[in-house]
């Protein structure tokens, strides 16, 4: 690149760039319009853009938690490097976590401990990418994938998830879209962002699809056992013996504790294929060259996993069916607004907007910084997770919060409330 006198060999990579939409960027975004905004509302914020479930404080996790840390601390047994793979006691007590719900166990070697999920997807894409290959990913999806394909040059085809159908895969699209340099597909259940639980029977055919295009599948299962509605949580795992899964697994969310970074893969492949494919070898290889998570941490997940008492997990699951109720039913009464289905799992859902009702807002971006200037209320922009004029709000806040929100969000549709 040629600039003036100076000629510098580096350059940055824009396809990085185009990916780079994120979460935090959008919610610092809204945060700025706030507080440049001269005629303040004075408003006390209400923010339901980042799904963070600390932020109820009717939400904190189980003190066996913290003891275990505290244990695994003071022993002074754990302050080494951990094995790049993980610590032995950690992997079997995810593995047979994992198992305890799909029909074959699985052993140590299946699982990875990882740096929460996050890193759980910045290792399994480069482990899949190969120069010309492709991934499918869903369409609203989690722009941590997008934002990582870039990184490993993996082209990135969009299929839709249907919100007619209880936000379900378009099969049908997702076939037409892949090829033989197609190396994957990624799907998230329980839904961050649309809220739905994938029926066992609709997870089969996801896996006989898979199967019939000669890719795998990589289950983003980090709300594994968040679900609150009709619909229970299958695993992806229950069809290994149809196609090779890859599930990505987090204390973050079901613990309530997404500062704590403990997250892991799971290779549910009893045909052993990532073994054939020498998948399995270039995980551990990538885990050779990335950091872990911290030893003393990964020594407490026997006890957490293990230890935690159902009823802890019953109270969230209720406090989360008590916000989908809420947030559904005051959504009917907001014109502009339309959920399509009422969220049963994970904690955020999708609304549309619909822009025959509205008058002077252009599109979700516009009604997002509107909404934070005027009521001082955080929305996510649909475009942020792949649809364009939606929007993801976040349940998992306190319920008063909530009300209070929503409440003002009513108050904002009927000022822009087309006259008809
Ligand atoms: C939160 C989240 C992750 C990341 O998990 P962490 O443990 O917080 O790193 C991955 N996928 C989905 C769908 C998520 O909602």
């Known amino acids: 690149?040629?600039?003036?006198?100076?000629?510098?060999?580096?350059?940055?990579?824009?396809?990085?760039?185009?990916?780079?939409?994120?979460?935090?960027?959008?919610?610092?975004?809204?945060?700025?319009?706030?507080?440049?905004?001269?005629?303040?509302?004075?408003?006390?914020?209400?923010?339901?853009?980042?799904?963070?479930?600390?932020?109820?404080?009717?939400?904190?996790?189980?003190?066996?938690?913290?003891?275990?840390?505290?244990?695994?601390?003071?022993?002074?047994?754990?302050?080494?490097?951990p094995p790049t793979v993980g610590l032995p006691d950690a992997k079997r007590a995810v593995a047979n976590y994992l198992s305890s719900d799909i029909p074959y166990q699985l052993s140590p070697d299946n699982v990875f401990l990882t740096v929460g999920g996050t890193q759980a997807i910045d290792i399994i894409l480069p482990a899949l990418a190969r120069s010309g290959t492709n991934i499918l990913l869903p369409r609203p999806g989690y722009p941590q994938y997008d934002?990582?394909?870039?990184?490993?040059?993996?082209?990135?085809?969009?299929?839709?998830?249907?919100?007619?159908?209880?936000?379900?895969?378009?099969?049908?699209s997702l076939e037409a879209l892949a090829d033989e340099n197609t190396v994957a597909m990624v799907i998230i259940n329980p839904s961050n962002p649309c809220g739905n639980v994938f029926t066992s029977q609709h997870l089969k055919?996801?896996?006989?699809?898979?199967?019939?295009?000669?890719?795998?599948?990589?289950?983003?299962?980090?709300?594994?056992?968040?679900?609150?509605?009709?619909?229970?949580?299958?695993?992806?795992?229950?069809?290994?013996?149809?196609?090779?899964?890859?599930?990505?697994?987090?204390?973050?969310?079901?613990?309530?504790?997404?500062?704590?970074?403990?997250?892991?893969?799971?290779?549910?492949?009893?045909?052993?294929?990532?073994?054939?494919?020498?998948i399995k070898t270039n995980i551990i290889s990538y885990l050779e060259i990335t950091s872990d998570p911290p030893t003393f941490m990964q020594a407490a997940i026997p006890q957490i996993l293990e230890r935690t008492d159902d009823d802890f997990h019953l109270k969230n699951l209720n406090i989360m069916r008590e916000a989908a109720n809420k947030f559904y039913d005051v959504c009917k009464e907001i014109p502009c607004l339309t959920c399509p289905h009422k969220p049963e799992g994970a904690m955020a859902a999708m609304v549309?907007?619909?822009?025959?009702?509205?008058?002077?807002?252009?599109?979700?971006?516009?009604?997002?910084?509107?909404?934070?200037?005027?009521?001082?209320?955080?929305?996510?922009?649909?475009?942020?997770?792949?649809?364009?004029?939606?929007?993801?709000?976040?349940?998992a806040v306190d319920p008063s919060e909530l009300e209070e929100g929503l409440s003002r969000i009513k108050a904002f549709s009927l000022r822009y409330a087309k006259m008809s």
């Open 352 to 395: 549309k907007i619909n822009f025959s009702q509205v008058k002077d807002i252009v599109d979700d971006v516009d009604f997002c910084v509107k909404l934070a200037k005027e009521e001082s209320v955080l929305l996510l922009p649909g475009v942020t997770v792949g649809l364009k004029n939606w929007l993801r709000i976040s349940l």
């Open 147 to 172: 934002a990582r394909a870039a990184c490993c040059l993996l082209e990135v085809r969009y299929f839709d998830l249907l919100p007619e159908r209880g936000w379900e895969v378009d099969l049908d």
């Open 205 to 278: 055919k996801v896996a006989e699809t898979a199967r019939k295009l000669g890719i795998c599948v990589i289950s983003d299962e980090v709300y594994g056992h968040v679900a609150f509605g009709n619909n229970p949580f299958v695993p992806m795992g229950v069809f290994a013996q149809i196609v090779p899964v890859i599930t990505i697994g987090s204390l973050s969310k079901r613990w309530l504790v997404p500062g704590w970074r403990i997250g892991w893969i799971a290779t549910c492949d009893p045909q052993g294929i990532f073994e054939k494919t020498g």
């Open 1 to 81: 690149m040629e600039n003036g006198s100076e000629k510098w060999n580096f350059q940055g990579n824009k396809g990085l760039n185009a990916s780079a939409i994120s979460v935090r960027g959008v919610y610092n975004m809204l945060m700025d319009s706030i507080s440049n905004n001269e005629n303040n509302n004075n408003k006390p914020l209400v923010r339901l853009c980042r799904v963070d479930p600390t932020d109820n404080p009717l939400f904190r996790t189980a003190p066996v938690a913290p003891d275990a840390i505290a244990t695994a601390a003071h022993s002074f047994n754990f302050n080494c490097y």
